[in-house]
């Protein structure tokens, strides 16, 4: 009982990093005593207070100990889509909830997932609407090969076959071999990265 008054006093009055530690040990605890709606109270709490990924899946795993994600859910998006939308995204895809990721990634125009997030999002969708992940594929690469160097020619190669699969299921493949042979043209000075292509069959 002590260490619980210790770490409610310690949610209420501190902020930081140390805050995620002490929902830790108060769930434990409540865990230890076979006390399943306490440790969904606090993850509920905690998710609305800090909202994350990591938050929304711990909320799952305890709502769904006591049969109730359906009804916690909705409130739990809504606590990322507002605080985090990489977040929801995230949990999305983990969920595979393919369209609806798809669809709060798009939904603001000015928001910029980034390129891991924005390749996650490409491979998601790629089987059910490939002519939608080439474009995302070929702007991740854009973005790899803003950047110099092997390594990151080697982490370009395989984003473009995916882009190469995609257009080519997406009856794209010419449009796609000149987009690739402009990119040559402008990558020109770098002979490790054409030499890279060549091996590659990307043409």
């Known amino acids: ?22 929902y830790d040990l108060a769930c434990g605890v409540h865990e230890l005593r076979e006390a399943p709606a306490e440790v969904l109270r606090l993850c509920r709490e905690q998710h609305e207070r800090m909202a994350s990924a ?48 798809w669809n709060a990634a798009h939904e603001d125009p000015d928001w910029d997932p980034g390129s891991h997030r924005r390749l ?27 950047e110099t160097g092997r ?11 995916h882009a190469r699969r995609a257009a080519d299921a997406a009856g794209q493949s010419e449009w796609f071999a000149g987009w690739i042979e402009e990119l040559r043209e402008q990558h020109r000075r770098r002979p490790t990265f054409i030499a890279m292509l060549d091996k590659a069959d990307l043409r």
């Open 1 to 22: 009982m002590e260490v619980l008054l210790w770490a409610g006093r310690g949610i209420a009055e501190t902020d930081g990093w140390q805050v995620e530690k002490l």
């Open 54 to 101: 990591s938050t929304y899946s711990r909320l799952r795993r305890a709502a769904d100990a006591v049969g109730a994600w359906d009804f916690e859910r909705d409130a739990a998006c809504l606590a990322l889509r507002e605080r985090d939308l990489g977040g929801l995204v995230d949990a999305l895809l983990n969920e595979g909830e393919v369209e609806e990721a």
């Open 120 to 146: 996650r999002l490409a491979e998601a969708i790629e089987t059910q609407r490939p002519e939608q992940a080439l474009p995302s594929y070929m702007l991740v690469a854009d973005e790899m090969l803003l």
């Open 151 to 161: 390594r990151v020619y080697a982490r370009a190669i395989p984003v473009l076959k």
